[in-house]
């Protein structure tokens, strides 16, 4: 696309990707070149609803005992 010249539509439409996915790999490559554009993995740094402690190991107890029985 940037060498080519093409517009992130064009782009989008020659690699049947959506022009919203070309934006973010535009953005990425001209942020950090080549190297910024590997995968990368969608899962969030933090969970806001995090299963509280006495909560997971009430549910691991009952998983070791269904296992045992």
């Known amino acids: 696309m940037v060498e080519g010249g093409l517009t992130q539509a ?13 934006a973010k790999w535009d953005k990425r490559f001209r942020a950090g070149g ?14 806001r609803s995090q299963t509280p402690p006495a909560t997971r190991v009430a549910v691991e107890v009952l998983r070791w005992q269904k296992a045992k029985s």
């Open 10 to 22: 064009a782009a989008a439409d020659r690699f049947n990707t959506t022009a919203k996915a070309v």
């Open 34 to 47: 080549v190297d910024d554009l590997r995968d990368r993995s969608s899962r969030p740094h933090s969970s």
